[in-house]
């Protein structure tokens, strides 16, 4: 790709309350589903970077937790991540829902967001949910309590403005060089996403008080050996899957069924909870919701990896594990990397 003079690049982060569709507008920008989504409040946990770059520019997304009051250590994290995000970047987009009501944790979010200097973008995101007519409302209430460089409305979940988003970050993107590969989509390790979609599974078919105290931990993933492909499914092409996770989860393979000619991937994870009654939950009468999380997540694992997989859930109870930050780390979840 030949890079102009006018070429423009900057990380932009997306910040706002649990479930006001962070992640859904990010898998919307960069066209791809990185992050992983539900309606349950917790579902990022960690920081994601995601890449966008076209003829005019490349947009470095970082996919945030949602800001809430802290109720335990894991909170306290979260908290972290998202607030040390704004610091490092770029540009900010704040997502809120469409309502006239500021709470304490916007307003939190507004003392934050003063402070800076760099371009904050409201999105007042779910319009498709309200008149038309009441967005001004909406826009007034905010304005009211600190300016924006710009107002945008969208309706994530359906892809409404998109494009309307994507001109209003490249009007505000520095002029530079690209900081990655056009080819780049993420930074999360193949490890990483695979947890992630094991644990998107299990957040959209569990009962509601299970999901909040689940994480995944990936105890190994290896390809079988060429000899053993073959032997198995007596072919004698052997894939190895891309380093980068840039297929569409959703869209890509979805009615087709995975070559056995593309390998054989060995996959042991581990859903871990924080109760004895909740592991029972998550394995299910006979072991049949553990069932229906182990295939709805193979699928997803066999479209991203590109081969056969072979999946083992185990599930192991971590007793208040969101209070314990030794644990925490032990999961992904270090409060001590953070400043604040």
Known sequence: MEINNSFKTGFITLIGRPNVGKSTLMNHLIGQKIAITSNKPQTTRNRIMTVYTDDDAQMIFLDTPGINETKNALGEYMS?????????????LWLVEPSTYIGEVERSIIEELKTLKKPVILVINKIDTVPAEKLELFENAYKKEMSFSKIVH?????????????DVIKE??????????????TDQPERDIVAEIIREK??????DEVPH??????ESMKM???????????????????????????????????????????????????????KGIVIGKGGAMLKKIGTAARKDIEDLLQCQVNLQIWVKVRKDWRDDKTQMKSFGYDVNSFKK
């Open 80 to 92: 972290k991540v998202a607030k040390s995000a704004i610091e490092e970047v770029d540009m900010v």
């Open 154 to 166: 969208v309706a994530a979940l359906k892809g409404q403005n998109i494009d309307g988003v994507m």
């Open 172 to 185: 505000f993107l520095p002029v530079g060089p690209p900081f990655y590969d056009e080819d780049t989509i």
């Open 202 to 207: 299990a957040l959209r078919l569990l009962k």
């Open 213 to 218: 105290g689940i994480a995944v931990t990936i």
């Open 224 to 278: 079988r050996e060429k000899k053993a492909v073959e032997e198995k499914s007596k072919k004698k092409r052997h894939y190895h899957p891309p380093k980068q996770a840039a297929l569409d989860l959703d869209a890509m393979l979805k009615d087709a069924a995975i070559d056995s000619s593309s390998g054989m991937m060995d996959i042991d994870a581990t859903i871990i909870c924080e109760k004895d009654s909740h």
